[in-house]
């Protein structure tokens, strides 16, 4: 399975983003996956933020990120979506997405989000 995430860049504090992450090769197919959102800030280690099920219907928030990040999925497009609203310097990280509850080994590059004024 591939992962390719987009849509990061650097934000003031307060602003949104939307990142985007297409999968591919898949055997099971995109809609049979749960798929989670992660981000790994620079010397931590890669942490789960948000989780969605394989229909879109059920989600999971961490603490840190719960009211202003909101996921979701497209199932004919094979993506997984994130949007970040009210975002901190404490969000600047590494985001990548992955399977859920247990990731694949093989990551994607990631998108950099950095949080700045």
């Known amino acids: 399975v591939q992962f390719v995430e987009s849509g990061g860049g650097l934000v003031q504090p307060g602003g949104s983003l939307r990142l985007s992450c297409v999968v591919s090769?898949?055997?099971?197919?995109?809609?049979?996956?749960?798929m989670g959102w992660y981000r790994q800030a620079p010397g931590q280690e890669r942490d789960m933020v948000a989780r969605?099920?394989?229909?879109?219907?059920?989600?999971l928030y961490t603490d840190p990120v719960k009211g202003r990040f909101n996921i979701s999925r497209d199932n004919t497009k094979d993506t997984v979506y994130l949007q970040m609203n009210s975002l901190t310097p404490e969000d600047t990280a590494v985001y990548y997405c992955n399977l859920v509850p247990k990731p694949l080994p093989s990551w994607g590059q990631g998108t950099q989000v950095t949080v700045s004024s």
């Open positions: 969605i099920s394989t229909g879109g219907r059920s989600w």
């Open positions: 090769g898949s055997r099971s197919g995109f809609s049979n996956l749960d």
